[in-house]
């Protein structure tokens, strides 16, 4: 059974590198790896790889844009960074010798298996960075669309009224960095608890819907944490009177 901690594969000074810091520079590597060969390889007649990713591109920003209206622009490279990050990270964790392949530490009874690699989102660290990233970035561009007077009233006001909106309001920004990390948390680490415990009774055929239900479960969280903070984004760029309006 996986462990609840990430495990520290070396140490630097006093700041341990655990397998799920070495598994989000892999995933950051992959990505930053995949926009440079794209870039290069772009042309004005498009082969049948541009054309898919293309494709893939135009269907996420009319989805980004039915949500985000003029916003679109400046919230999809947000919206997209966040789905295909933690869309690969939730995958790279199924791949072969993922949390498989390490080294034994302990003796006797408590000797276990620590995995070189392992899945970054099934680390509450990763997913509240992730979500404290997002909010930061919600208020951020908050602030730049609708100028700083606007984004206080939202939560201060001299009515006694509003004043208790902003409050509730307050709350609600709260309850949305615990949600965001730990539905993504939660969904990927007992995912992993229940592939591990599977391959462990049953180390063939049985674990292959485990699998294939994991794959779907990585897409889906992938797309809940990226929607929700586009809605989020959406929400807090639009001025209070026409939310009101």
Do not use: C
């Not at 899945?119 to 970035?137: E, G, H, K």
């Amino acid at each position: 059974m996986s462990a609840f901690a990430p495990e520290a594969i070396i140490t630097i000074g006093s700041f341990p590198i655990t397998n799920t810091i070495i598994n989000t520079l892999l995933v950051d590597s992959a990505i930053v790896g995949g926009v440079i060969v794209l870039n290069k390889k772009l042309a004005k007649i498009p082969n049948y790889f541009q054309n898919i990713f293309e494709m893939v591109m135009q269907g996420f920003y009319g989805l980004a844009e039915s949500v985000a209206g003029k916003n679109t622009a400046k919230i999809f490279p947000w919206f997209m960074s966040f789905f295909l990050f933690i869309l690969i990270a939730n995958w790279s964790g199924l791949l072969p010798g993922a949390g498989s392949i390490g080294f034994f530490e302990g003796h006797g009874e408590d000797r276990h298996l620590v995995p070189l690699l392992r899945n970054a989102t099934s680390d509450l660290n990763a997913t509240l960075a992730l979500a404290m990233i997002s909010l930061i970035a919600t208020h951020t561009l908050s602030i730049r669309a609708i100028g700083i007077k606007d984004y206080l009233t939202r939560y201060f006001s001299l009515n006694p009224i509003l004043l208790f909106v902003g409050i509730l309001e307050i709350v609600s920004e709260i309850t949305k960095l615990i949600s965001l990390s730990f539905r993504l948390f939660g969904n990927i680490y007992a995912g992993e608890v229940v592939l591990g415990t599977i391959s462990s009774l049953f180390a063939f055929i049985a674990p292959i819907p485990f699998l294939l239900l994991e794959v779907i479960v990585g897409l889906v969280q992938a797309l809940v944490f990226s929607m929700l903070t586009m809605a989020f984004m959406s929400i807090l760029m639009t001025p209070h009177h026409a939310e009101e309006h």
